[in-house]
């Protein structure tokens, strides 16, 4: 049961603003230890924001994101850069330096934040490339390989310091169904191999049914989370229409008048 699971971070009352705009409000939920976490809602809500203000790129206005019982935003810089050692990141484009092969990307931060000799850098990173299937591109620089194989050497690169939580923006934007489906094999193989906890911020409905087991759906209007639970669960029981139109893909939102003329149908 999801709610016996160790909670790893505790996000409560969160408010995200940039100046005088409030952006999300109200957000409190808990990341539990081997999830996959999902972070829903329309364009422009707030994902992004909110898993910036996780991984210590913005600072909220309000409320507290604890993690492991400390209080992340209260800490120094040096260790809130302590607690973000935990932490691997897989940004949208899979963010590689084109001037550095696949594996010099996956080594760097190896060379910035361990003491590691290099051969045992590059052992770690013959490992990290080669749980991701991505071995044979060791030597090979971004320009030269497709989009599936940037975020799989993107992966290799968040999960190059071991860390038990990782964050994705959107991992599977821009791939074909075919490599998007193997990217979930590979997020699901890396929970489960390295006993990770992710949280996930994504559109694409097939990934978060087949991988995501909790979640939340914040609202672009109200600016506040508006349900929480699974993606399958939200699909199946939530019938508040922001979310059904979100995970049925309507393109509008049906009117109270029209919900209430299609329930006596
Ligand atoms: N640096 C910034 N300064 C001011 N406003 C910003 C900044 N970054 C984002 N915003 C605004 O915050 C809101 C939320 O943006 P965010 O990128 O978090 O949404 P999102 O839900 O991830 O959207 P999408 O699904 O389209 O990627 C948007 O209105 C955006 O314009």
Partial sequence: MM???????????????????????????????????????????????????????????????????????????????????????????????????????????????????????DHLVRLKLGLVGMEHAIDLFPYEISGGMKKRAGLARAIALEPDILFFDEPSAGLDPITSARLDDLILTLRDGLGATIVIVSHELPSLFTIADDGIFLDAVTHRPIASGSPRALHDSCTLPEVTAFMHRSASIPSQTEQKAEQHV
Wanted: glycine share 10%.
């Fill in 3 to 121: 709610s016996d699971r160790e909670t790893l971070i505790s996000v409560r009352d969160l408010q995200l603003s940039f100046g005088p705009k409030i952006i999300q409000q109200n957000v409190s939920f808990d990341l539990k230890k081997g999830s996959i976490f999902a972070v829903m809602g329309g364009s422009g809500c707030g994902k992004s924001t909110l898993l910036r203000s996780m991984i210590g790129l913005l600072r909220p206005t309000a409320g507290h994101i604890m993690v492991g019982g400390e209080n992340y935003w209260e800490q120094d810089d040096a260790h809130r850069t302590a607690i973000n050692r935990r932490y691997g990141v897989l940004f949208q484009s899979g963010a590689l330096w084109s001037s550095m092969t696949v594996g010099e990307n996956v080594a760097l931060p190896l060379e910035m934040f361990t003491d590691l000799k290099p051969d045992a850098i």
